[in-house]
């Protein structure tokens, strides 16, 4: 249970930098000569992610940007949603336990 958390915190981290990237992206659409920076993620041995800011070489689609946003936030109350299920399998364990 521990691991399913573990890659889960991982990943809303690796989802933290992808919301940072596309924020800084959308701040400078109006940028002269401004590249959009996209987001790297390596898997990490043992389970879990991490993400990286990798600048690009094109200008900011902003129709991207705002569906990249929209897709974070699903994929953040989905990893969310897996901490609280093994918060609550824990406390359920320790509840049996006692």
């Known amino acids: 249970m ?18 940072a990237v ?3 992206n959308i701040a400078n659409v109006n940028t ?3 590249k959009a920076s996209s987001v790297r993620a390596d898997d990490i041995k043992g389970g879990g992610v991490v993400a990286s800011a990798v600048k690009g070489s094109d200008p900011v689609d902003i129709s991207k940007e705002a569906a990249d946003l929209l897709v974070n936030s699903s994929l953040f109350k989905a990893n969310t949603a897996t901490i ?5 399998m824990t406390r359920t364990v320790l509840d049996i336990k006692a």
């Not at 609280?84 to 609550?88: K, Q, S, W, Y």
Request: proline share 3%; no cysteine.
């Open 22 to 24: 596309t924020a800084d």
């Open 84 to 88: 609280r299920t093994v918060d609550e």
């Open 32 to 34: 002269p000569d401004f």
């Open 2 to 19: 521990d691991n399913a958390g573990s890659i889960a915190a991982s990943a809303l981290n690796a989802f933290s930098v992808r919301q």
